[in-house]
């Protein structure tokens, strides 16, 4: 398994572009998320999903979009990039095991600079 | 509303001390809670879980005990190692709704 797979690693936006952030996972997880990360700050839940066609927001939504149309796929979706969502994105995918003991899994992120 | 608050760092510790970590939460209901351990240039990997009061979560040394009566969850070990220095966050989640501490930076001296 590759597990949580994100692209691209690095990103430069020039303020007003768009862009689509790729999230893969190969578990077969049906909880997948998207997170931001600044500098010396945890990371905020943008929007999460429960399973294939179903999307909800999440602490901090605005400015993106997401779909699930597949239960690997989770895109996010920048319309107009703003400054303020220069960051580190974060996919990640989870599931409940049968040892009732969640599991977990985080992409390696994506590092996105806005100027 | 749900929120986490953690003790800030940075620590810094010897080899072979035992390492202490505060986190406690706001929430209503019942959350699940977390901590996932951050390393330079990665995503955050699950150390541990709980997700009723007096659970106890334990993996590789760490621990943490869900206090109800006190609303906290802080990690513990009793015996550090260089190989954990990293970033320490704590998290809860509560109906689908994920919040995290702003982490804490440990780092190991031999």
């Known amino acids: 398994n590759a597990g949580v797979t994100q692209t691209p690693k690095f990103r430069i936006l020039k303020i007003g572009q768009s862009m689509t952030l790729q999230c893969t996972q190969d578990m077969n997880h049906n909880y997948m998320y998207w997170y931001r990360q600044d500098p010396g700050m945890g990371l905020k839940l943008i929007y999460y999903s429960v399973g294939a066609g179903i999307t909800d927001k999440g602490e901090v939504p605005n400015g993106y979009n997401v779909s699930r149309s597949t239960t690997e796929d989770f895109p996010l979706r920048l319309e107009l990039a703003a400054p303020s969502q220069t960051s580190v994105y974060f996919c990640?995918?989870?599931?409940?095991?049968?040892?009732?003991?969640?599991?977990?899994?985080f992409g390696p992120g994506t590092r996105l600079l806005v100027l | 509303g749900n929120s986490v608050t953690q003790m800030e760092g940075p620590v810094t510790l010897s080899e072979e001390a035992f390492l202490t970590i505060n986190c406690t939460y706001t929430a209503t209901g019942y959350p699940s809670l977390f901590w996932y351990v951050q390393y330079p240039g990665e995503g955050l990997q699950l150390l541990l879980k709980?997700?009723?009061?007096?659970d106890k979560g334990s993996n590789k040394g760490f621990e943490a005990t869900y206090r109800k009566e006190t609303t906290s969850f802080h990690l513990e070990k009793g015996s550090v190692q260089v190989s954990d220095s990293a970033v320490y966050f704590c998290?809860?989640?509560?109906?689908?709704?994920?919040?995290f501490g702003a982490g804490t930076r440990l780092t190991v001296k031999p």
């Open positions: 709980a997700t009723k009061a007096d």
């Open positions: 998290a809860l989640r509560n109906n689908n709704d994920m919040r």
């Open positions: 990640a995918s989870s599931t409940l095991g049968t040892s009732g003991r969640e599991t977990q899994y």
